[in-house]
């Protein structure tokens, strides 16, 4: 489960982040754009119910910027 949602995650940010297509993300991690999509919905629906999600998909979108900035 943990793992789902990591992927879930990942998958949410590498739509936010970039411009890949949802067909270019679920390549990129051996799923469908089906797989791709219902992960970002599932995030989005995190985000409402969950008071940590936020803090988390900030806290990771953060450490990816830094990364870009160096």
């Given at each position: 489960?943990?793992t ?11 739509r ?55």
């Amino acid at each position: 489960k943990s793992t789902a949602l990591a992927r879930q995650v990942a998958i949410y940010l590498m739509r936010k982040l970039t411009s890949l297509s949802l067909d270019d993300i679920g390549k990129q991690l051996n799923r469908n754009h089906t797989t791709a999509l219902y992960s970002i919905q599932k995030v989005e629906d995190l985000l409402k119910s969950d008071s940590e999600m936020p803090n988390i998909i900030r806290d990771i979108s953060s450490n990816i910027n830094s990364l870009q900035d160096r």
